[in-house]
């Protein structure tokens, strides 16, 4: 079982990029690594995923080291309503289907004015 | 396009009731989950299923039973609601690592 360490808090304010780390040690061979972003009184919602190296979408970049040990969500330009709690989850890769998906303690992000 | 359905979306308990939160998914998804959330907290794992048929203890399943009735629905049944049990319950499906939720349901147990 993949387990995810996160920091707990970070503060950033309008316009500057944001970098969250997530460590995962004992990811296996086949788990793919997604972010999830929680407002309050929501479900999480998917933000990126991502296996090996970068992936970008129209809100956020995932780099991934070869190790894939860890992985770092990028949010570019961040706004107030970017604060919100991040979760980094692994599992679910192909032959892995299906296995428990659980969520860290994800990281609060405050974004100030 | 429905997604996830949760139902209900509030209810409030006596201690000792029991109640059955109920979970569709019209994606066509195998795995499906329960998580709550208690206020200020992350999401803990209760039960999940890999497929039809075949559901697993999560993090905290004491105190939940849960049935896989066929592919779309996946319930979460409280046999004697305990005060610890009051949080936020979120049914999920999944697909290559990607989590779908519901709206959530809020329950409360006094």
């Known amino acids: 079982l993949a387990k995810t360490t996160q920091p707990i808090s970070m503060d950033s304010y309008e316009g500057q990029e944001v970098n969250i780390t997530c460590s995962h040690n004992?990811?296996?061979?086949?788990?793919?690594i997604t972010w999830y972003q929680q407002f309050p009184s929501q479900g999480p919602r998917f933000i990126i995923q991502?296996?090996?190296t970068k992936v970008t979408n129209e809100v956020a970049s995932l780099f991934i080291p070869a190790d894939r040990k860890s992985s770092t969500l990028s949010l570019p330009r961040v706004s107030l309503s970017d604060t919100a709690v991040y979760y980094c989850?692994?599992?679910?890769?192909?032959?892995?289907?299906?296995?428990?998906?659980?969520f860290g303690g994800g990281t609060r992000l405050m974004v100030k004015p | 396009n429905a997604g996830v359905t949760q139902t209900p979306k509030f209810q409030v308990l006596k201690t000792g009731q029991s109640m059955t939160l109920q979970c569709a998914q019209d994606?066509?998804?195998?795995?499906m989950y329960w998580y709550r959330q208690d206020p200020g907290m992350g999401l803990r794992l209760i039960y999940y299923?890999?497929?039809?048929?075949?559901?697993d203890k999560g993090e905290v399943p004491n105190g939940y039973n849960v049935s896989r009735l066929n592919k779309r629905e996946f319930s979460l049944r409280l046999e004697s609601a305990a005060p610890s049990q009051t949080s936020v319950y979120f049914c999920?499906?999944?697909?290559?690592?990607?989590?779908?939720f519901g709206e959530g349901s809020r329950l409360t147990v006094l």
């Open positions: 999920a499906s999944s697909r290559r690592g990607e989590l779908f």
């Open positions: 004992n990811i296996a061979t086949n788990d793919y």
């Open positions: 991502g296996y090996k």
């Open positions: 989850l692994v599992g679910d890769g192909p032959g892995n289907a299906g296995n428990m998906l659980t």
């Open positions: 994606m066509n998804h195998n795995s």
């Open positions: 299923s890999a497929s039809e048929g075949t559901t």
